[in-house]
């Protein structure tokens, strides 16, 4: 594809609800990240994939998050019973490489919870 | 642990001139990366620069250059000739153990 896609772009779910958001990285890119961005802040590391493997989910800010790429493509990251501090805009990135390749960005998907 | 920090929250310049945002960082790795990266309303995150900490010569990117200077940990990003395209957040942001750390951001108006 010609860039990374995410979606949906926005969501909004009620206190307790579970979401799940969807990203398809750039074509044959091996590495796959998400990134939390708060209003006003940069964004923060929250997990890396290298294919299917995550290889690092230090940034996960709870065991209510969990994310997942099966076939070392397309990702999802499902956050259960979302609470108001979960809003946030959800970034995931890819790179070609391994190791210190560029990260390419998607829109973002923007979660607000109520 | 790696920490960025930019230390302006917010820079405006007159379109046509040039601005420097600040940049400076912390870390324990010996071979990492630096970028800057462009964040419009539409929120998409944009690679303006990257910069190689083992290379000394600083980067350039048509008007974006950077001056990298390694042993003070400071890496700030010189637009020249700014357009009101450039109006945007930045951010700042090393590269180590795979993720990418990033300041807080620096909120760029350009005046026309």
């Known amino acids: 594809g010609a860039g990374v896609s995410q979606s949906p772009r926005y969501k909004v779910a009620k206190r307790g609800q579970d979401v799940a958001l969807r990203c398809d990285p750039i074509?044959?890119?091996?590495?796959l990240f998400w990134y939390q961005q708060a209003l006003g802040q940069g964004p923060e590391f929250l997990t890396y994939?290298?294919?299917?493997?995550?290889?690092?989910k230090s940034g996960l800010p709870s065991d209510r998050f969990f994310a997942e790429r099966p076939e070392g493509s397309v990702s999802t990251l499902k956050i259960q019973r979302t609470q108001q501090e979960d809003s946030a805009v959800y970034l995931c990135a890819s790179s070609s490489g391994r190791y210190q390749e560029t990260q390419y960005f998607g829109p973002g998907t923007r979660l607000l919870v109520l | 642990a790696q920490t960025v920090t930019q230390s302006q929250p917010e820079m405006s310049v007159q379109e046509a001139e040039t601005v420097t945002l600040s940049c400076t960082y912390d870390?324990?790795?010996?071979?990492?990366?630096l970028f800057w990266y462009k964040q419009p309303p539409s929120r998409q995150m944009i690679l303006v620069i990257r910069q190689e900490a083992y290379k000394q010569q600083n980067a350039t990117e048509n008007r974006f250059s950077v001056n990298f200077q390694k042993a003070a940990k400071s890496f700030s990003l010189k637009i020249s000739d700014s357009q009101l395209g450039d109006a945007a957040m930045y951010f700042c942001a090393s590269e180590g153990a795979q993720k990418l750390v990033f300041g807080q951001g620096t909120r760029l108006t350009i005046n026309p």
């Open positions: 870390t324990s790795e010996s071979d990492y990366y």
């Open positions: 994939f290298q294919n299917e493997a995550q290889l690092d």
């Open positions: 074509s044959g890119h091996v590495s």
